[in-house]
């Protein structure tokens, strides 16, 4: 099946900081989607990006699927931006999103 | 509009019992997906359903099984259960689960087996 890798696995950061997250998969895909887990353990939708770039407030995202990685940006991190965020991609035919192991985030005041 | 919901939020069962776990999608959403979640690892997927038919199914043993409804909800039943079983179970609904749209999931339901 596809692999996906996301890394760095932890980060901690200072409020007001900028990271990048990185997410790369082994095959083409026909859907990408980057996902916050809060600590309830639901999945919020971040961004839909099997391709190009998107922005929505303090976060951005662009996937160059013909390299096979996809880049997840915070700038000016809050504390309300820790938690997981998941990569999690499906490639064509197959029906089901494959997960990365997460991005674990701790932004600290 | 509603997410989607799930119930129950929690669940305490004892080893060799039976669980179901329940799932309404979006409005207007007619695929279901079941993934299951042990702490510190992504999600696994499970099952698809859409328009009542399996359309996918990941690396589970048979105690895992699922059906749709004809309004779209869905059911996870797991028979047997074991130790290992105890995870976070979520669902996922999307318009036709043909891939290249968007996912979205629900709350999730977490199952603790002693």
């Known amino acids: 099946g596809i692999q996906v890798e996301q890394s760095p696995p932890d980060l901690i950061l200072q409020e007001g900081a900028n990271s990048t997250l990185r997410c790369n998969f082994s095959?083409?895909?026909?859907?990408l989607q980057w996902f916050h887990q809060n600590p309830w353990g639901q999945l919020i939708n971040l961004f839909y990006?099997?391709?190009g770039t998107k922005q929505n407030g303090r976060l951005s995202a662009t996937t160059v699927a013909t390299e096979r990685y996809s880049l997840l940006y915070i700038s000016s991190s809050q504390t309300t931006d820790s938690g997981v965020y998941f990569c999690?991609?499906?490639?064509?035919?197959?029906?089901?999103?494959?997960f990365g192991k997460g991005n674990q985030v701790v932004v600290i005041p | 509009d509603a997410g989607v919901t799930q119930s129950p939020t929690h669940l305490i069962k004892t080893r060799g019992q039976h669980v179901t776990l329940r799932c309404s999608p979006i409005?207007?959403?007619?695929?279901v997906s079941w993934y299951q979640q042990v702490l510190g690892q992504g999600p696994q997927f499970i099952f698809q359903?859409?328009?009542?038919?399996?359309?996918g199914r990941g690396n589970f043993p048979d105690r895992f099984s699922a059906r749709q409804f004809p309004n779209y909800s869905s059911e996870l039943n797991v028979n047997a259960l074991l130790l290992g079983d105890s995870a976070l179970y979520l669902c996922?609904?999307?318009?036709?689960?043909?891939?290249?749209?968007?996912?979205?999931f629900g709350p999730g339901t977490r199952l603790l087996v002693l």
């Open positions: 999690a991609v499906e490639y064509y035919g197959n029906n089901r999103l494959a």
């Open positions: 409005s207007g959403h007619k695929s």
């Open positions: 095959d083409s895909v026909n859907n």
């Open positions: 359903y859409y328009e009542k038919e399996e359309r």
């Open positions: 996922a609904s999307s318009r036709t689960g043909t891939g290249a749209e968007t996912q979205y």
């Open positions: 990006i099997p391709s």
